[in-house]
T-cell receptor
Framework: GENVEQHPSTLSVQEGDSAVIKCTYS??????FPWYKQELGKRPQLIID?????GEKKDQRIAVTLNKTAKHFSLHITETQPEDSAVYFC????????????FGAGTRLTVKP | ETGVTQTPRHLVMGMTNKKSLKCEQH?????MYWYKQSAKKPLELMFV???????ENNSVPSRFSPECPNSSHLFLHLHTLQPEDSALYLC?????????????FGSGTQLSVL
């Protein structure tokens, strides 16, 4: 089955700086890679996703890149703001009809004002 | 609000108690899920229901018993739990049970087993 590793486990940046979170996956057949954001005490919410036929996707200050050869994908947040502080989870999913998404352990991002 | 509601938000129970967690979605989704979230660990998929039929049981102990009476409601019945079962239990739904479907999560039930 799929195994997802996420690094770092904690990340602290100054407001306005960029933050990068990296994930690796084990099964080369995985083809869907979402990122979820979970603010303290709240539910995880999808913020961006990428499919294996695309190398990069951007949505305002967040972007995700995918390297299929190396089997890793990254979340990039530019011009960070305090409200970006949260736990971010990456996930990888195989093209099977069961939505058995494998999640990373999460990265706690703190943006200092 | 994402349309997925979980009750209760917090639950404290003894190891001999029986309790139930409830999840409700009004998004018209066909698939519903139970996940376990423990500190510093990946979200763990427990059960999947598609059109109210269980399609996945991810090697979950029998002290956790799911029930899905219809596509909008999902329960997790708890019986003789262990302290290591203390965690945040998240319900989620998606339009279909497919590998690239967006998951809509509830706010979770924070469970403490004494």
């Amino acid at each position: 089955g799929e195994n997802v590793e996420q690094h770092p486990s904690t990340l602290s940046v100054q407001e306005g700086d960029s933050a990068v979170i990296k994930c690796t996956y084990s099964d080369s057949a995985s083809n869907y890679f979402p990122w979820y954001k979970q603010e303290l005490g709240k539910r995880p919410q999808l913020i961006i996703d990428i499919r294996s036929n695309v190398g990069e996707k951007k949505d305002q200050r967040i972007a995700v890149t995918l390297n299929k050869t190396a089997k890793h994908f990254s979340l990039h947040i530019t011009e960070t703001q305090p409200e970006d502080s949260a736990v971010y989870f990456c996930a990888a999913s195989l093209p099977l009809n069961n939505n058995d998404m494998r999640f990373g352990a999460g990265t706690r991002l703190t943006v200092k004002p | 609000e994402t349309g997925v509601t979980q009750t209760p938000r917090h639950l404290v129970m003894g190891m001999t108690n029986k309790k139930s967690l409830k999840c409700e979605q009004h998004l018209g989704h066909n698939a519903m899920y139970w996940y376990k979230q423990s500190a510093k660990k990946p979200l763990e998929l427990m059960f999947v229901y598609n059109f109210k039929e269980q399609t996945e049981n991810n090697s979950v102990p029998s002290r956790f018993s799911p029930e899905c009476p219809n596509s909008s409601h999902l329960f997790l019945h708890l019986h003789t739990l262990q302290p290591e079962d203390s965690a945040l239990y998240l319900c989620a739904s998606s339009r279909q049970q497919a590998s690239n479907e967006k998951l809509f999560f509830g706010s979770g039930t924070q469970l403490s087993v004494l």
